[in-house]
Structure formats: C-alpha cells, structure tokens
C-alpha cells in the first residue's frame, strides 16, 4: 500500500474518477487542482497549485511516494495554455519528484493523441513511432521524452498510459475501438502500483475492445487483464451515432477529429 497517493487534475472527469476508486490502495490521498475540488474527506488533503509555479509543484510532490498526473490541459488549445500547463508543468511535476524526500512512482495520462496520424489500419504496439495530431498531442509525446528521460537518468518509474476514450459508455463508432471502461482504468492503475518493477512503459489505455487498434503486449507483465468490452454497446452505438463516411477523419487516423483541428489563435 502507499503510504500518500497525490492526484492532480483531481477535480476533472478522471480524475474525480481516480479521488473515487483509489482511496483503498493509499493510506492518505492528496488532491490538487487549481479549484473545485470541495471538501476533504477524512483520508484526503487538498493542496491547491498551478502545475507553471515550480516552487508550489515541489511542495505539492514532496512525501508523496504515488503519483497519478491527470493535470494540465486536456485538450487542443492555444499554445500558450498548452506549454504553461503541458511542458512547463511536466518539467516542474518530475523536478519536483527529483528533489522530493521520497521517490515516487508515477501513473502519466498520456494520450492517443500522441500517435493520431497513424491510419486506423495500422495495429501499434509500444515501438511505433508517434506521430502526434495537435500541439496537445504533442505535448503528450514530451511528456513521454520527460519521463523516459527521467527514467533513464534518476530511476523515476512512470506509466505512459496513451488513454483513448475513457467515459461509461462508448459514444461514436471511433469508441468502440478506443473505449476504456472506469473499472479497466482503476484496475490498471491500481496494477501499476503493485508490480514490483514498473520501469517505464508505454501502455495504450483502452479495454479488450474487438476492434481495438492497439497492442499491449510488451506490458503483459503489469498483469493488467481488462474485462470489458466495447463490443457490448455496438447494437446501441448504431443505433444513437451516425456512422462517419470512409473518408472521413474519424474512420481514417487514430486520433480522430483531432486530426482535422487547426491551430487555435486567439
């Protein structure tokens, strides 16, 4: 068990979803977000921080021997808001485990983003090589380079989990491909804190999908089984989504939409 798990991002989709499920594999849980996050519960502490004021990331990491980093910028945006949040924050967030008294390992929400222009006919496993959709992608793909890096030179062990669309239901037909259920995410997590010896993997975040795209196998020793299936909600997915044409970016590249999104200006 960890003795203090800290969730960033805590007050958002996920991340809520982590605050929820993860309690039991931490003694103490510290939440940080730049706001949102309510009251505490007895096992919780709140720490208020923005992942660009390095001083107040190496507070927040200090102790902390569980690190799952959903913060920063979850979407295609402007530049600015991307390097604040994705590059500036990442460098501060493994400083910070650098210098901290204790060692953490650390679960990083990476993306599919970072391999988007892939097309949906390729199968990847971790040697592929990415080819990032946006500038949130390819802050993703730094993120990686920070904790390989970080890895390689000072022993931070870190999960470079590519999530592909994590909600309680698959919503498009894209989904049924890239759909990772709640339980198959807590369930991953929680393994990446169990194994002995993580390193730092890269591992597609996506349930045991027919029509999944992606290929785990050089992970196979997290021990991570997902049970659930996003073939179970094709009849409905059908039914409620309009299929895209064969053209069209979300039956062609991994990444979907995202692959059709401009730089954004103000």
């Known amino acids: 068990m960890l003795k203090k798990l800290l969730i960033t991002g805590a007050n958002g989709n996920l991340g809520a979803v982590c605050r929820e499920r993860l309690a039991p594999i931490a003694e103490s849980v510290r939440l940080s977000a730049r706001k949102g996050l309510g009251e505490a519960a007895p096992h919780e502490e709140i720490v208020y921080c923005d992942l660009s004021d390095k001083d107040a990331v190496e507070a927040l990491v ?9 913060g920063g910028q979850a ?3 402007k530049w600015e808001t991307i390097r604040s ?11 910070a485990a650098r210098k901290s008294s204790v060692t ?9 983003h970072a391999i988007g222009y892939h097309k949906q006919t390729d199968r990847l496993d971790a040697k592929s090589p990415t080819r990032p ?3 949130y992608g390819v802050s993703k793909v730094f993120g990686e380079a920070m904790a390989s890096m970080y890895h390689d030179k000072f022993g931070i062990e870190t999960a470079c989990v590519r999530i592909g669309s994590c909600f309680p239901e698959p919503r ?3 989904m049924l491909s890239t759909w990772m259920s709640y339980d198959d995410f807590i369930l991953m997590i929680e393994r990446i804190f169990m194994v002995p010896k993580l390193g730092c993997p890269i591992i597609y975040g996506a349930s045991a999908n027919d029509a999944s795209w992606w290929d785990n196998r050089e992970v196979a020793y997290i021990g991570w089984q997902p049970k659930d299936n996003a073939e179970a909600y094709r009849a409905k997915v059908d039914a409620e989504a309009e299929r895209p ?3 069209d970016v979300n039956a062609v590249y991994h990444g979907g939409a995202f692959c059709a999104d401009g730089i954004h200006e103000d």
């Open 172 to 174: 498009n037909h894209r």
């Open 85 to 95: 949040a994705n590059i500036d924050g990442m460098f501060n967030l493994y400083e």
């Open 245 to 247: 044409g064969l053209d």
């Open 62 to 70: 200090d102790g902390c021997d569980g690190i799952v980093h959903m």
């Open 104 to 112: 953490p390992r650390i679960v990083f929400a990476s993306s599919n």
């Open 133 to 135: 959709d946006g500038l």
């Open 75 to 77: 979407t295609e945006a």
